[in-house]
């Protein structure tokens, strides 16, 4: 099958990884794809060699993040979200329209709502069918968002699209293509639109082979938090961590933040000589051990916690928000603890600092989960069900 691939990024074990896994899978099936998409001058070196060496045909563009900013200043008083903005190119539909012309694919796969004007676009010359893969609903990540605000610029931002991000969507649900989430609740925010559209549930996955239980064997516990640190929840999960949750735990408990692109609003946590920043990694893996308790104090999110996954197939034992594990098949008690005020948060990761056998055994239990709900091989079977889906029911 033909396939063509639409991403704001180079798609990356490491950045883009939802996407990646669509690729590696496709490709690693015998489908035959193009990639389309934005170069991201972000920290993930040779991620288009990666591709290539998959067997993808890679076609980037440059959009630089001046002009990208231009577009966005220049439209904050129109009614396009700035998600939309931000990775609007001329060059990039003008080069995706040529493709289609001369080479039409089977299926027109479109990665992250922001992306779907290329869709909508792609009908003046493709009518076959298109999978846009949202994959979160970004309704309730922004009615979420503006709950929390960290300063008074990304409150702004966040405020305005909340206001315009659910005509948007409803508009693209009402488009006939065939639309993916990645959990049921992103699945039924979605529907709240009033929208009659096929809405499709297709779970995250991680590499259970590159992921694994790994002790770090020096006897010691630490506190584990990943993620990109210049996003909004990753922010607020730091800096409610620091400021309500760890003056109540009544020890000091060092803390690993594995993640780049820390911003103005972490620098008191990075003065702070418990929390030691990696920035970049190369490989995620490395860096989480079964002995450490993995932290997720996530108060704004819609979709999949990728990293949580990680966690649970690095057999860690995990503290999150309902928020935090929201999408995933666990329970409290089994597969993690579940805590959501900073006195609850407190408690249970002192809980797990003091009984090693307990962090074994909800590590042990999460590390079934995912390999079990959340692993490569289901996924592909996933993907390719999609996939011949949406080839068959196309009118």
Not at 146 to 153: M, Q
Not at 253 to 258: A, D, S, T, Y
Request: some cysteine; proline content about 6%; aromatic content about 8%.
């Amino acid at each position: 099958m033909r396939v063509c691939f639409v991403s704001p990024q180079v798609p990356s074990g490491a950045y883009g990884r939802r996407g990646f896994s669509f690729l590696k899978q496709l490709s690693e099936s015998g489908h035959e794809v193009t990639l389309h998409c934005i170069r991201d001058p972000g920290p993930v070196r040779d991620a288009e060699e990666a591709l290539e060496a998959l067997g993808i045909r890679v076609r980037s563009v440059v959009l630089p993040r001046v002009k990208r900013w231009r577009r966005c200043l220049a439209g904050w008083f129109g009614e396009e979200p700035l998600r939309i903005l931000h990775c609007a190119s001329g060059t990039l539909e003008a080069q995706l329209l040529e493709d289609l012309r001369g080479n039409p694919p089977e299926v027109l796969h479109v990665d992250r709502f922001r992306m779907a004007p290329y869709a909508i676009a792609a009908r003046q010359v493709y009518s076959g069918p298109v999978i846009v893969d949202f994959p979160d609903a970004l309704s309730l990540y922004y009615e979420r968002a503006i709950r929390h605000p960290v300063g008074r610029l990304k409150g702004w931002i966040d405020r305005r699209e909340h206001r315009l991000i659910p005509p948007w969507e409803a508009n693209l649900l009402a488009t006939g293509f065939h639309h993916v989430v990645c959990s049921e609740v992103d699945r039924q925010a979605l529907l709240k639109h009033g929208v009659e559209a096929s809405i499709h549930v297709l779970p995250h996955t991680v590499d259970t082979d590159d992921f694994q239980p790994r002790a770090r064997g020096d006897g010691s516990v630490r506190g584990v938090f990943t993620g990109t640190l210049y996003y909004l929840p990753n922010m607020d999960a730091l800096l409610w961590y620091r400021e309500e949750i760890q003056p109540l735990l009544g020890f000091e408990l060092p803390i690993e933040v594995v993640g780049f692109g820390a911003t103005r609003e972490l620098d008191e946590v990075r003065r702070d000589a418990r929390y030691h920043f990696t920035g970049y990694v190369e490989r995620m893996s490395d860096h989480l051990f079964e002995e450490d308790i993995y932290l997720c104090p996530l108060r704004i999110a819609a979709g999949v916690r990728n990293k949580l996954l990680e966690a649970f197939a690095a057999g860690m034992a995990v503290v999150s928000t309902s928020i935090g594990h929201e999408g995933i098949e666990c329970r409290h008690g089994e597969h993690l603890l579940v805590a959501d005020t900073a006195e609850e948060f407190a408690r249970a990761v002192r809980r797990l600092a003091e009984d090693p056998s307990e962090r074994a055994r909800l590590g042990r239990n999460a590390r079934e989960l995912a390999c079990r709900v959340y692993s490569p091989r289901t996924f592909a079977g996933n993907v390719e069900a999609l996939y011949q889906e949406s080839v068959r029911s196309h009118p």
